[in-house]
């Protein structure tokens, strides 16, 4: 299920958008980019809010745009959520839930109410009026009624940016549920590469209006320059499946080779892979497996690449025995008394992980 586009828009005098490309759109695709480098314009334009001459957008096979035909956003099958929800004030919360439902004819009907309430966990809200909903609550209406108009394509832009940070924690487990279970693919406009970590499968990076690369997440966060870690760091996303919780309350997470102990009260999902966070300086290497020490997670790894990052520190690259990728960031005095190279087998002892809800 690819998405075609082409498009060239001049907006006033200083911004210029110039993009032809195709995506591979299974699964969340985020759209990443410092504000203002054209993310919104580009949605817009997918969507068919922005009629710009002269642009083509072809969607699984469909042509919505090309030099002949413009399909309007509502023959395109598309959900759209924004950053604020706009949920009509005057309807009730299940009224607003429905609105797209019931204007979608039953043939193409695939995902149904009850589904998607026990997916946003708003079960208990449907009675309320809007004004009776928490930010966070209405977003997740938002997102409902998107999701209800069964769409072939949800865009989403920017849809936690106006949340505050705790509100923002209550309603990402939702959106990663939603998106692995609702089977929509995702098109996610956002600048904060802990939603790019937590929910994408892979990354569109924009800059001044152009595409500079698309890579999946695993590459995104393979390389040392990733803007994802412009502001807080290189981090490394290992997948796994949680484990139920032992005497202790420790769970384990991943396989036996690269087993991982973490505390968290989320439910275990078997069978389904988990993501957890490690922040590079959160991982230190040693060249034997150390037993008197309190860190509970030591891997064994083998180094695959060292990369200065800054002039005392380097970013040396492992991977895991699971065939993952898992960055420390060491001192470069470290990297030469300690004789690390690409291919030496080491251990990382890992201070601190987070599971991404
Ligand atoms: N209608 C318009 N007229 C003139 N300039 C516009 C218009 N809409 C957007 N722009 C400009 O086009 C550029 C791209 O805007 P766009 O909203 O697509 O960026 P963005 O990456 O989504 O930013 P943000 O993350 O802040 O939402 C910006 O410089 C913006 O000021």
Redesign the pocket.
Known sequence: MNLRISAELQ??D??R?QVDTELPLQGVTALF????????????IVAGLERVRGARVQFAGQCWQDGRQFVPLHRRRIGLVFQEPSLLPHLSARDNLLYGYRRTPEALRRLHPDQVCALLGIEDLLQRRIDQLSGGQRQRFALGRALLTSPQLLLL??PLSALDSQTKREIMPFLSRLATEAGVPMLL?T?APEEVQRLADRVVF?QD?RIQCIESLQQALARPDSPLFADQGAASILLGELGEPQADGLRAFGPAASRLWLSSRQPSRPGQLQRLHIRAQDVSLALDDPQRISIQNHLPVRIERIDPIRPSQQLVSCRTADGQLLLAEVTRRAVEQLQLAPGLAVFALIKSVALLE
Do not use: I, N
């Not at 203002?36 to 949605?43: D, E, H, P, Q």
């Open positions: 907006l006033a200083e911004f958008l980019g410092r504000s203002g480098c054209g993310k919104t314009t580009l949605l817009r832009d920017e406009v600048h924009m209006g």
